[in-house]
Structures are given as C-alpha cells and as structure tokens.
C-alpha cells in the first residue's frame, strides 16, 4: 500500500509547514511502521496517514487518496480561520475526535474514539514525526 | 487511636481515584462538540460551531471520522 499512497499527491495543501524544518526523504515503509506503531500505542485510535511537506500521502490506514484529500481539507480550513499556519488541530464531535499536528516538515492526521486523551495523542504523533524526520521508522529506536 | 501508615496512604489514594473517576463521568456527561486550534508558542483558539470557520472545522472533521470508519476489533 505504501507505494500505492507515495504516488497520491496532493500539491501544496501543506505548504505552510509551521516549525519550518525540511524533512529529509521519509520512506514509505518507515511511514508504514510508524503509522503500525502508534495504532499499537493508542487503543483508541481508529485510524491514521501521515504525509510529507508536499501533502502526499506516505502510509494511512485505509483509502489513502481520501485520506490526502480530506487532511489537506482541514489544514487548508484550519490556516484560513486564524492569520497564522496552525500546528495542531483537535476537534472532539459526537462521532469522534479528530487531530492533526505538523512537525518537523512531516504532518500526521488521526482519528480516535470520544474522549481519547489529547495530550497524549498529540505526544505520540509528535515523537512519531520528529523520529521519521531523523531517518527512524518512528519507534524511537536507535537502531532503525 | 492513630490509623496504621498503609491504611492513611490507601485512602489517599483511593480518594484521588475516586475523584478522577468523577472527573471522567462529568466530562463524558457533559462535554460538547469543539474545535481548537494551537499555533506556535502554545497559543490555542476555540471556534464555536456555529462560526463559519467553527462549521468548516467540523465538516472538515467529519469527513476524516468517516474515512477512518470504526475501530477495528482487537
């Protein structure tokens, strides 16, 4: 599949990437195992993708096109409702919580169960990203 | 009579959980839809969903809850 979501571009939906690092070539096999990793950390979680700075699409869980499609959504609608790049996004519906965090030129969108803990969601995303962006496979493991 | 030491420290803690579980059971019962944002340095804003970039969040939100459909079963 990740070869499959590396190939669905979304051009520009996340070209506003706040904490301005550049993130170096992330594969999609790393974004795999990541993405695998943190469904095995947050028992709520439902689904996830995580893209790169161009918004292309380099693992989700699910239909990856809808998946570029619809964060690019929210990012675009979340930059335009304040007059800077958002870095995370947290909506909590009836239906179940959305988040989405930018970093280290990397983005990640997860859906989660009602009442899935925000802080550690967004901590889990967060280490994930900055571990992909340092060549890991988003373990945290040094030996990736 | 003085309560033994083990007896003053599981009360204490049973008196914290009983309250977070009491926490949990407001914020369930009472806890509506929103929408923040965070921007850097730790900035946050909430948009009412009745705001147009409140509707927008959301909508936009939907859409990704669906995409991502149920939980898997473990």
């Given amino acids: 599949m990740s070869q499959e979501a590396r190939a669905i571009g979304t051009a520009g939906i996340l070209a506003e990437m706040s904490d301005g690092e550049t993130s170096a070539a992330v594969s999609g096999d790393a974004a795999e195992s990541a993405l695998a990793f943190l469904a095995e950390m947050s028992l709520d979680l439902r689904g996830a993708a995580i893209l790169d700075s161009a918004g292309s699409v380099l693992a989700a869980s699910g239909d990856?096109?809808?998946?570029?499609?619809?964060?690019?959504?929210?990012?675009?609608?979340?930059?335009?409702?304040?007059?800077?790049?958002?870095?995370?996004?947290?909506?909590?519906?009836?239906?179940?919580?959305v988040f989405a965090l930018r970093h280290a030129g990397l983005a990640a969108v997860a859906v989660t169960e009602r009442f899935a803990l925000a802080s550690l969601t967004f901590f889990d995303m967060r280490s994930l990203l900055r571990d992909l962006a340092a060549g890991g496979d988003g373990r945290g493991r040094d030996d990736a | 009579m003085t309560p033994k030491p083990h007896r003053v420290l599981l009360d204490?803690?049973?008196g914290y959980a009983d309250e977070a579980a009491a926490y949990m059971?407001?914020?369930r019962a009472f806890?509506?839809?929103?929408?923040?944002l965070y921007y850097r340095g730790?900035?946050?804003?909430?948009?009412?969903?009745?705001?147009?970039?409140?509707?927008?969040?959301f909508v936009a939100a939907g859409r990704l809850i669906e995409v991502a459909g149920k939980r898997p079963k473990a």
Avoid at chain 1, 67 to 86: I, M, N, S
Avoid at chain 2, 31 to 36: C, H, V
């Fill in chain 2, 25 to 27: 059971r407001r914020r």
């Fill in chain 2, 42 to 57: 730790g900035r946050a804003e909430d948009h009412a969903a009745d705001s147009v970039a409140g509707g927008e969040l």
């Fill in chain 2, 31 to 36: 806890r509506r839809p929103f929408a923040r």
């Fill in chain 1, 64 to 97: 990856a096109a809808r998946w570029g499609e619809d964060a690019a959504a929210l990012f675009e609608v979340a930059d335009r409702a304040g007059d800077e790049p958002v870095e995370q996004v947290h909506v909590g519906t009836e239906q179940g919580e």
């Fill in chain 2, 12 to 14: 204490r803690v049973s």
